[in-house]
């Protein structure tokens, strides 16, 4: 008997000005998750890319988003590109319950590296925000949530890219034992050039780890929210 494959695409901003790189980056990652995933055609497609998500998609397939929250592109913007199409879409990265344990392991590591002691490290949280709704926030906010009891000792706090507090605020009066971590997918304009601004700005002398999206066990993670997604009969469109 032929094994039938099951399709997911990992789905994206990108980068409207300059789509080739996010594309190459997310195609990239596909290849990761695909290891884990070996009956499995994982596929990708940024947004930014006119026509690569209806070109990517099959009947059937899990849509992963590769967001960090469940807002407009998750709620809308996604329905609206694959209407009339059969598909199942998994929870936003940014929410998956898995994700802070992985992102406190790489800060428990990063301390460690440099000889920090928990209760004398800062955790800079450098989230998008939003001035047109919370719900980009709260993501963040629940993230940091569940992430501060993994990190006893460590003061977690948050700055935004586009809504108080900013992140240049925000860490304005940390101390040099500071880690920030970018709560973002992929690393845009925004991480590439707004948050180091802001740091320097600041005058932040800690430490800017790679984007949430880009920390080791991502790959791992990924494939098993959607393996679940493929069994949750509830999830999809």
């Not at 849509?63 to 913007?77: C, E, L, N, R």
């Amino acid at each position: 008997m032929t094994k039938t494959t099951r399709t997911a695409v990992i789905t994206a901003h990108g980068q409207p000005s300059d789509p080739a790189p996010a594309e190459a980056a997310l195609a990239g990652l596909a290849a990761e998750v695909a290891a884990f995933l070996p009956d499995w055609d994982v596929r990708s497609a940024t947004l930014a890319t006119p026509g690569r998500l209806e070109q990517e998609i099959s009947e059937g397939a899990v849509i992963y988003p590769f967001f960090m929250s469940q807002g407009w592109f998750t709620a809308k913007v996604l329905p609206d590109r694959l209407q009339g199409r059969c598909y199942r879409m998994a929870p936003p990265f940014g929410l998956d319950a898995a994700l802070p344990a992985l992102a406190a392991q790489a800060i428990r590591q990063t301390a460690e590296r440099l000889s920090w002691p928990l209760t004398e490290t800062h955790l800079l949280l450098a989230a998008h925000g939003s001035a047109r709704g919370p719900k980009a926030a709260e993501a963040a906010e629940h993230f940091a949530a569940r992430l501060r009891p993994l990190l006893p000792g460590c003061t977690l706090s948050p700055g935004y890219v586009e809504q108080p507090p900013r992140v240049d605020a925000a860490a304005m009066s940390l101390p040099a034992c500071s880690i920030c971590l970018p709560f973002f997918a992929q690393a845009g304009d925004h991480v590439k050039q707004d948050i180091p601004q802001a740091l320097e700005t600041a005058g932040f002398q800690g430490i800017l780890l790679p984007v949430t999206g880009a920390l080791p066990g991502i790959p791992a993670l990924i494939a098993e929210a959607i393996r679940v997604a493929a069994l949750d009969q509830s999830a999809g469109g």
